[in-house]
């Protein structure tokens, strides 16, 4: 498996990654998560030998990474690094030939260029191409050996919902065929969809990892949400009741959909029934937080914006 122990970077006064160790396995999908500044790019630039470590070790199968192992890996970058005057399909065979495919190369770029939809762009020249299939043909250089650890920042970056369930799609079927997958994104719903864990950093140090369902079941909190059919002013129950929401309910501006966290043992019965009470019930709901909440504990701050290094290392 690709193990990262004690990964230390400073950029002059500032320390873009503290110590951080985590684990991918070959048949996994970790989330890579953290705020900006946090250190994502930093530390998969180190994964893949872009940058001098401080102190710290990368290692794939407990062996050191140089470029005989790097070879086998594939990295996507957040900020786009193709020759924007090649054309695509002539993009992916000098990718491939560069990777040792030589007399597969071919075969290899016409497999990506239909699996990702990109069949009728062969021969467009890649600056020509729209934010998404430059997108796409970033993704299929980072596929284009087979690779056994993949490291992607931001893969869904400028995707329709459409390429986006194939790249979902794409990503599982490289998992089911061995592969190590490490993904970094922003776009925390598609985090949940597709990964099996997830490893937050803040400040360049790790503050929770673990599987995604366990770290959701361990949150002290729940969430009762309910929707009436009608908009409808709801009031929870006052303090002293076991159904207290430990936090103001969030409602939506149109009024009919309440979310209202209250402790992890409380029976969310009496609050529905209250809620019935009080308008009509379209539906409701009795769950964990999700991954968006368990991040902003965990991290203390929003999971929004570009670039997480500082000035001179562009970190997205």
Request: proline share 9%; charged share 20%.
């Amino acid at each position: 498996m690709l193990t990262v122990d004690g990964l230390t970077k400073r950029f002059g006064r500032v320390t873009a990654l503290d110590g951080v160790a985590f684990d991918v396995a070959p048949g996994e999908i970790v989330g890579f998560l953290g705020p900006n500044g946090a250190g994502k790019t930093t530390a998969m630039r180190a994964i893949m030998g872009l940058i001098t470590l401080d102190a710290g070790t990368v290692t794939w199968h407990g062996r050191p990474v140089g470029p005989d192992v790097r070879l086998r890996f594939g990295y996507m970058p957040a900020e786009r690094g193709m020759y924007q005057r090649m054309k695509v399909r002539e993009h992916l065979v000098y990718y491939a030939t560069m990777c040792g495919l030589r007399d597969g190369a071919g075969p290899a770029a016409d497999g990506w260029l239909d699996r990702l939809g990109l069949a009728d762009r062969a021969d467009d020249v890649v600056q020509t191409l729209s934010s998404g299939n430059q997108q796409r043909v970033q993704l299929a250089l980072a596929l284009i050996n087979a690779p056994d650890l993949l490291v992607l920042d931001e893969p869904f970056s400028g995707l329709d919902p459409i390429a986006v369930e194939t790249l979902s799609d794409v990503l599982r079927q490289q998992v089911a065929r061995g592969a190590a997958l490490l993904l970094s994104s922003h776009q925390l719903d598609l985090v949940a969809h597709v990964c099996s864990s997830v490893v937050i950093v803040d400040r360049g140090r790790v503050v929770l990892r673990g599987d995604v369902a366990a770290i959701r079941a361990a949150s002290p909190t729940r969430y009762v949400d309910i929707e009436f059919t009608v908009p409808t002013d709801f009031t929870p129950p006052p303090d002293g009741r076991p159904d207290t929401p430990v936090a103001p309910p969030t409602v939506d501006p149109d009024r009919r959909r309440h979310r209202i966290p209250v402790p992890a043992d409380a029976d969310p019965g009496a609050l529905i029934a209250r809620a019935r009470a009080t308008g009509p019930v379209l539906s409701y709901a009795f769950a964990p937080p999700d991954l968006s909440e368990v991040f902003l504990t965990a991290v203390g701050r929003p999971a929004h914006g570009d670039g997480d290094a500082p000035a001179g290392d562009a970190d997205g």
